[in-house]
Each structure stands twice: as structure tokens, then as C-alpha cells.
């Protein structure tokens, strides 16, 4: 399979706990992007890398949330101190570098705080 | 400050209908328009691609149309089946020189009942 993965698919956890998701995007895509998708919305951008640079962080992205992508190939993203409003779907995306790329997405990570 | 909007947010029609799904858009400078399949509890399907500079895009009974001045789109499914039953999203790719994202709506839900 050479599509974008993501894990764990699922993830339980107490409040005040913290996650880390994993996301690999396609194997030759420098751009990767996390978002947010709660109930009944549409998913909400996080933040996105270039190869390993950090290069935009959305308001969203609290102090609680990092991402990383040391080696320019799969990304974590990390939630520290879990509270109920973090519960969502979080999807990762991945591109290529050039305006008009398509982001193609993975499955999704479903987080529940209980 | 880009605003996507999809109307209507929920469709139930009988099998075999033709329908459209509608997509406006506030800022007309984008590099493209994407739109998504999304089933319950899944991550995100692509769909269809239409570049800013193109004014529509076909995939089988799926037909997508762009007119980025007026911001708008549609996605027009004809011959609607039972399988078509999921949430329909579509984004838009902002052209900015210090942001590379993907802004979405939130969605028409459809159902196509036998």
C-alpha cells in the first residue's frame, strides 16, 4: 500500500493523559499536513512541514499540541494533558511541493477523552 | 479571510436521481478546488481536482465545474446510488505566498435511499 498511513486508528485515553499519533505520508511527498476534524464540521488545518521544516502553525495548534517530522519522513504529533475538546478525528495529508498538488489523505486518527 | 460554504448540508433523494452539490468560496485566488467522499467514521476520499485555471473535471458519473469569479462550484452526480450515501466536502487550495493549505466546508451529507 503506498497511500498515507496513520496510527493508531483509534485511541482511548483520560483526560489529562498524553497521545502521540503517527502519520507516513507517500514515500516521495516533502509536504505533509495535520488537521482537525471534529463532529459535523469540516476538517480544520493544524499545521504542515516541508521535508522537515515546520513552516506554518495554525491558532489552533495550542501550546499542549507539537508536531515534529525529524527526518523529513513520517510525522508525530504529540498532545499533551488531553482534555474532553481534544476528542476528534485528526487527519494527516501529504503533497508535493508545487502550488496546485493535490494533498492526499489518510484514515485518520479518532481520539476519545473521556 | 478565505470562507467556504456548502449548501444544502443535508440531501435524501430516491436512487437514480441526478443531483448537485453546491460549493461558494469568498476569495477567488486559489490554485485549485478539491472535493472529497468522506464515510462515517473515515478519513478523507478525493474525488475530483479542478485547477483554477480549468472550469470543470469528470471521473465517471461525477462531474465537478469551477467558476472561480463568481467563487463557485458544484458537483453534479448523476444517476445517484444507494453506494453514493456518504458526506461530500470540497476545499479550496488559498494562492498565498506564506500559506499552503486546504480551507473546507463543512460538508453535504447525502443520502440516496433504494
Known amino acids: 500500500d503506498t497511500g498515507v498511513s496513520q496510527n493508531p486508528r483509534h485511541k482511548i485515553t483520560k483526560r489529562g493523559q498524553n497521545v502521540t499519533f503517527r502519520c507516513d505520508p507517500i514515500?516521495?511527498?516533502?509536504?505533509l499536513y495535520w488537521y482537525r476534524q471534529t463532529l459535523g464540521q469540516g476538517p480544520e488545518f493544524l499545521t504542515y512541514?516541508?521535508?522537515?521544516?515546520?513552516?506554518?502553525k495554525s491558532r489552533l495548534l495550542s501550546d499542549r499540541f507539537s508536531a515534529e517530522r525529524p527526518k523529513g519522513s513520517f510525522s508525530t504529533l504529540e498532545i499533551q494533558r488531553t482534555e474532553q475538546g481534544d476528542s476528534a478525528m485528526y487527519l494527516c495529508?501529504?503533497?508535493?511541493?508545487?502550488?496546485?498538488?493535490?494533498?492526499?489523505f489518510g484514515p485518520g486518527t479518532r481520539l476519545t477523552v473521556l | 479571510k478565505q470562507e467556504v460554504t456548502q449548501i444544502p448540508a443535508a440531501l435524501s433523494v430516491p436512487e437514480g436521481e441526478n443531483l448537485v452539490l453546491n460549493c461558494s468560496f469568498t476569495?477567488?485566488?486559489?490554485?485549485?478546488l478539491q472535493w472529497f467522499r468522506q464515510d462515517p467514521g473515515k478519513g478523507l476520499t478525493s474525488l475530483l481536482l479542478?485547477?483554477?485555471?480549468?472550469r470543470e473535471q469528470t471521473s465517471g458519473r461525477l462531474n465537478a465545474s469551477l467558476d472561480k469569479s463568481s467563487g463557485r462550484s458544484t458537483l453534479y452526480i448523476a444517476a445517484s446510488q444507494p453506494g453514493d450515501s456518504a458526506t461530500y466536502l470540497c476545499?479550496?487550495?488559498?494562492?498565498?505566498?506564506?500559506?499552503?493549505?486546504?480551507?473546507f466546508g463543512t460538508g453535504t451529507r447525502l443520502q440516496v435511499f433504494p
Open positions: 512541514f516541508q521535508n522537515e521544516a515546520q513552516l506554518e
Open positions: 495529508a501529504s503533497s508535493l511541493s508545487r502550488p496546485g498538488d493535490e494533498q492526499f
Open positions: 476569495d477567488s485566488a486559489i490554485y485549485n
Open positions: 476545499a479550496v487550495r488559498p494562492a498565498a505566498y506564506n500559506t499552503d493549505k486546504l480551507i
Open positions: 479542478i485547477q483554477s485555471s480549468q
Open positions: 514515500s516521495e511527498h516533502n509536504r
